[in-house]
């Protein structure tokens, strides 16, 4: 999870007197929803669409290329799982493009 913002507020307890002060996170994982975004988080500041066109010419069978994207990316930079399968969505509807 990363950081994003952080703040502290006075929240004023239900017993007692006083107030106690809270750090309050609010954070958010930062993982990329859409496709195109998960390429572009993890993967845009090294690659760009003439790598993505390599890739389908050197891997026509859109079946073998989803394999061999699916083991590449375990090993290079692994992004979690569901950004991998979005990263390999938006890489292979690229291709199909």
């Given at each position: 999870?990363?950081l994003r913002h952080m703040s502290a507020i006075a929240v004023k307890p239900a017993f007692?007197?006083?107030?106690?002060?809270?750090?309050?996170?609010?954070?958010?994982?930062?993982?990329?929803?859409?496709?195109?975004?998960?390429?572009?988080a993890r993967c845009g500041k090294c690659h760009e669409q003439r790598d993505i066109q390599?890739?389908?010419?050197?891997?026509?069978?859109?079946?073998?290329?989803?394999?061999?994207?699916?083991?590449?990316?375990?090993?290079?930079?692994?992004?979690?799982?569901?950004?991998?399968?979005?990263?390999?969505?938006?890489?292979?509807?690229?291709?199909?493009?």
């Open positions: 999870m990363q007692g007197t006083g107030l106690i002060l809270v750090s309050v996170l609010l954070a958010s994982c930062g993982a990329a929803k859409e496709p195109e975004a998960a390429f572009r390599n890739w389908g010419r050197q891997r026509r069978d859109a079946n073998a290329r989803q394999v061999w994207l699916d083991q590449f990316l375990r090993l290079h930079y692994p992004p979690p799982e569901a950004e991998r399968a979005l990263i390999i969505s938006y890489i292979q509807s690229t291709i199909a493009d």
